[in-house]
Structure formats: C-alpha cells, structure tokens
C-alpha cells in the first residue's frame, strides 16, 4: 500500500469538521485502513467525500446509506463502532 495514500486517507478522516465523525473515522482509519485493499481504499475515500451528518447517520443507522454507500467499508466501520462504543460518543 502506498504511505502517502494512507497518509491522505488517514488524515481526511481525522478532520472531519463534526467530532463525532472524527472520533469514529479517524480511529477506523488508524486501525483498518493498512489492511484495506486497493479497492476498498477508493470506496472509503468516496465515502469521506461525503457529508459528515450524512456518514454519521448512516454509520449510526439512524439515515439509510444510498445504495452507492451501502458496502463493505461502511459495515466494517459500523462492526469497528459496534465493538467500540465508545467511539462514537467521544468517550
């Protein structure tokens, strides 16, 4: 995997502009985002091209994910915040 990939997706999901989005992307990405493929990568770059709220919700289940969305990354992320509740509470 490319550093400077990982590097910009690392860091695009830290600084968000919604802390709860932070603290939910940017330990994901700490934690997942080495061991994405190729593939996965630009799904979750698109993903973090999307609305903080947006992400948030669908994350969080309280707004359905379009179907564009609705993949792979997104439930791993949901699975990550499902085994670290805390996460998404900034506790």
């Known amino acids: 995997m490319e550093?400077?990939?990982l590097n910009r997706v690392r860091f695009?999901?830290?600084r968000r502009g919604f802390r709860e989005a932070d603290l939910?992307?940017?330990p994901f990405a700490d934690s997942h985002a080495r061991a994405?493929?190729?593939?996965q990568l630009v799904r979750?770059?698109?993903l973090l091209e999307q609305a903080d709220h947006d992400i948030y919700?669908?994350?969080t289940g309280t707004a359905a994910a379009p179907r564009e969305f609705d993949?792979?990354?997104l439930a791993s992320i949901r699975a990550f915040v499902a085994a670290n509740p805390h996460t998404a509470h900034g506790g």
Not at 36 to 39: A, W
């Open 24 to 26: 939910i992307l940017g």
């Open 57 to 59: 919700g669908w994350v």
């Open 36 to 39: 994405m493929t190729p593939p």
């Open 71 to 73: 993949h792979d990354v």
């Open 3 to 5: 550093e400077t990939t």
């Open 44 to 46: 979750f770059e698109a």
């Open 12 to 14: 695009r999901a830290w």
